[in-house]
Structures are given as structure tokens and as C-alpha cells.
């Protein structure tokens, strides 16, 4: 009997907050697709959507520095900002991150001013950190899908895409990435990135 919309929406509803919709195993780095708050995850590192500044913002950025409390924004503030494509690594302080690693994704802006392989560097960023810190899990946001209107379904390729390459080439002893997506129709967008790697 094929299952009905009501049976679904109690599936849905069952789901733990934090269980992976989708896994894929890429050599020893077991890739996850969720829907969750990122601040909830008890990772090594937690990336931030982060903006030059590093001195907070909407979205993700403020949700971070809320949980993580005044002493993350301190520590910030010692970093002096950070460019566009680029990233720099903090503590997580009350967050169950360990650390948080602050990405700066490009605004889009129609995608002819290199918004493309700005949003790629972030992601290679933030995992050459990981690596530098001897980091064994790291989760992501979808950088720059939020005020700074990059379609969310290029993002989700890229994203999935330049990670999934880099841990291929080289898994710098990572064990667990994590695609840490808002709603469902962002980690659908990661879903069919994966699927057209033929991981998913
Ligand atoms: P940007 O300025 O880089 O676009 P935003 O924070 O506005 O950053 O949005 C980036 C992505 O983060 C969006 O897909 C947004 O839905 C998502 N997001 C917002 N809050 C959270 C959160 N607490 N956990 C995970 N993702 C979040």
C-alpha cells in the first residue's frame, strides 16, 4: 500500500532534529545533508556565514554569537575583519562547537563578478583550517544563500561539490562533513548536488 500524505507528515515529524537525511561515505569522510540549527551541532568546528566585518550580523552570524555569548564577538574583534572568499577560525565558547570557523561569502550580484569561485574558496577555506587545527568534524551553512541572494541551487553545487573534491583529493584526516541546511528545500538542493555526483 503506498504511503499516504498523512503517514508521511508523521515520518517527517518523528525525525530526530539532527539525523541526516542523506549520508554518503567519500574515502574515510562520512558526508551528512540535515536540517537543523547549526548551533545545536556538537561538532570540531561550525562554519559562520560570516560578513568582512567578523563583528556579527543577521542570519546565521547572529544566531552564532548569541549562543556562543560576548566572548566569541572579543575574539573577533582581534582579528581585524577578513576578505571575501577567505576565513578565519575562533573557540565556539558556549556553543558545543569547539570552534567556529568565519567564512565571508560574496553578495551575488548576477554572477559575473567571480561570486562562483568566491563561495568555492570559502568552502576550501574553512577545510585547509580544519585541517591546520587537526579538526575531525566540520559542519557548513549554506554560505551566502540568505541576505547575500546567491540562488540557493548553485550554491548547494558548489558547496557540495568543492567539498566532496577537496576531501577526495586529500581527507586531511577529517572523519564527518556535515551540509547543516535551514529548511528542506535547501538540503534538497544538497541532496541533487550529491546525487549528481553520483554519491546519493
Ligand atoms: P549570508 O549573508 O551568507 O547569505 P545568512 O545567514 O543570511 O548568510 O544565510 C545563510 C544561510 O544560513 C541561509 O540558507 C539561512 O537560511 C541559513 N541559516 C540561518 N540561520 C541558520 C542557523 N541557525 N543554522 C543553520 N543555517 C542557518
Known amino acids: 500500500m503506498a504511503v499516504g500524505f498523512a503517514e ?10 539532527t539525523e541526516p537525511l542523506v549520508s554518503a561515505e567519500v574515502g574515510p569522510v562520512r558526508v551528512d545533508i ?7 551541532l556538537a561538532v570540531d568546528a561550525i562554519v559562520n556565514a560570516a560578513n568582512t566585518s567578523l563583528l556579527g550580523g543577521g542570519g546565521v552570524d547572529g544566531a552564532i554569537h548569541r549562543r556562543a555569548g560576548p566572548d566569541l564577538l572579543k575574539e573577533c574583534e582581534t582579528l581585524g575583519g577578513c576578505a571575501t572568499g577567505s576565513a578565519k577560525i575562533t573557540r565556539g ?5 569547539k570552534h567556529v570557523i568565519h567564512a565571508v561569502g560574496p553578495v551575488w550580484n ?3 563578478r567571480g561570486e562562483e569561485a568566491l563561495l568555492a574558496s570559502c568552502y576550501r577555506t574553512a577545510l585547509a583550517l580544519a585541517a591546520d587545527n587537526r579538526l575531525t568534524s566540520i559542519a557548513f551553512p549554506a554560505i ?25 583529493a586529500d581527507p586531511h584526516g577529517l572523519e564527518r562533513a556535515v551540509f547543516c541546511c535551514f529548511s528542506d528545500e535547501s538540503a534538497q538542493h544538497h541532496i541533487k548536488a550529491l546525487a549528481e555526483l553520483g554519491l546519493a
Open 8 to 17: 508521511t507528515q508523521v515520518a517527517l515529524h518523528l525525525r530526530m532534529p
Open 34 to 40: 540535515l536540517v537543523a540549527d547549526i548551533t545545536t
Open 93 to 97: 565558547y558556549k556553543l558545543p562547537a
Open 110 to 112: 548576477g554572477g559575473k
Open 144 to 168: 551566502s544563500t540568505g541576505v547575500y541572494r546567491f540562488p540557493a541551487d548553485l550554491a548547494g553545487r558548489i558547496a557540495v561539490g568543492t567539498v566532496v573534491s577537496e576531501i577526495s
